[in-house]
Every structure is written in structure tokens, then in C-alpha cells.
């Protein structure tokens, strides 16, 4: 694992993201040696929502800026990142990587902690988990209280309990910004642990939600899927996402060119 610098010159707000991740293999090999030294990570999965707001949220620019592994999350953060010349960056959706590093958590005899969705959400989705992956021990599972502020009391009443817990790798499904701020507070209370921020995918795995067919997310129709399931909640977000893409799309070119003039 080595960081790569792409689309470091396409500003958002005050700061610059980088996807420092350009597959899945390489980000699993990096964790399974994380594990190894009992090194801490914090992998937030960027998307074309998280860039929107962080352009207004200095706390969540914060937290980005704090995160150990940045993973394309989307492919339109993917094609930004090759319309800015990075050509060998992948789509790594951080619902996707909670069955691999599930299995390389059981694999490392690391226990796992589920924090985010419901009760009855994460006990669904714990009981799938170790019913996938034989002797994976997930040692607590956490539902936050409603209004759950990533920087109040509660916050540091849940880093107490998954350090208590013995859990070294923490699935995240608290929604952006809550889960990449709690991040990073936690990562520094608990340096040995390893969150992963995922949204909705402990409700994919417990069935609370249903993920779009596999041919949708073929033809990256991913996103309408979601919004013709809940148009009220997601028609403004995904209609903000798509009014930032031509300015995105301007700046990767002239991060493309000014890489192709040095």
C-alpha cells in the first residue's frame, strides 16, 4: 500500500481531497497488516455527497483530513479521478468491503463491533455475519440514540464501550458526516482500532434495506434506484450532486493538464 495522489488539485471548500486507495486488494492487504501490528485505521469511502458537503462543513473537511485510507466510492468519483489522469484508481464502495474484511477480521482472529442503524438492524446483521463467517466473533453490536452528536457525551460513552468490548475493527453506520467525524475522534481515543464508515450497508446485510440488482449497479444507476425508493428524502441530495458535476468536471481536466505540463 502506497498513498497515491489523485485528484489532490480538485478543491472542495478550503482543503483537497485524495483518494489514497486505487482497489480493494491493496486496501485489504494494508489492513491485514494493520491487524498484524495492531495499527489503527479510519477508512471513510468518498462519494459524490460527501464532496457536497464538504464543501460546506469544515468539520467534516476536519474529518476527512483525518482519515487514514480514502476509497472511490461511486463511479463518479472514479471517473473524476481518471478524467484527472489517475487511470488506475477502481471503484471501492464501502458496502462492498464489509464482507472481505469481515472474513479477513475471523481470518486474523480479530473481533468486530457494529455501531449505527437500529437494534434490531444490527442484530440481523451480526447474526449474518457470523452465520457467513464461522468463528468471526462480533463482541458488540450499538444502536445510537436519536440526534446522536459524533462530538457530544454520547460519542465518548460508545468509544468507551467498543474499547471495553475488545473489538479492534468497528463498522461504522451512523450516515455522512456522523460516521467520518466519530472516526476520527474515536481513532485517536482508540489507535489500535480500525473503523470502516459504510451508511447503509449493516442495514444491506440485515435486510432492513434492499441494495439495487446487481445489473443496476452495472450500469452505475445505483443511485436512481435509491432515489425512486425514498424520492422525498434523496430527490434535493442527488439533484445537489448532479449541479456540482460540471464544475468537478472542469477542475479534474485542469488538474490533467496541469499534471501533463510538469
Known sequence: ?????????TEV?????????????TLLEDLGQRFDTRTGFSVATINLDHVVKLKRDAAFRAAYAHQTHVTADGNPIVWLCRLAGQRNVSLVPGSELIAPLAELA????VKVALFGATDDSLTAAADA??????????ALTLA????????????????????????????LALGAPKQERFAARAQD??????????????????????????WV??????????????PRRLAARYGACVLAMPGLTLRAMESRRRGQAT
Open 144 to 171: 445510537p440514540p436519536m440526534g446522536f452528536d459524533p462530538d457530544g457525551p454520547e460519542a465518548e460513552a460508545a468509544i468507551a464501550r467498543i474499547g471495553e468490548s475488545g473489538a479492534r475493527l468497528v463498522f
Open 1 to 9: 500500500y502506497g498513498q497515491m495522489m489523485i485528484w489532490s488539485e
Open 106 to 109: 475471523r481470518d486474523k482472529s
Open 189 to 214: 481515543a482508540l489507535p489500535e482500532v480500525g473503523f470502516l464508515s459504510i451508511g447503509a450497508g449493516l442495514d444491506f446485510i440485515s435486510g432492513a434495506q434492499t441494495r439495487a440488482p446487481a
Open 217 to 230: 449497479r452495472a450500469i452505475a444507476a445505483e443511485w436512481l434506484w435509491r432515489m425512486l425508493g425514498n
Open 13 to 25: 471548500g478550503c482543503g483537497a481531497v485524495t483518494v489514497t486507495v486505487s482497489n480493494t486488494e
Open 129 to 138: 455475519l457470523e452465520a457467513r463467517f464461522p468463528g468471526l466473533e462480533v
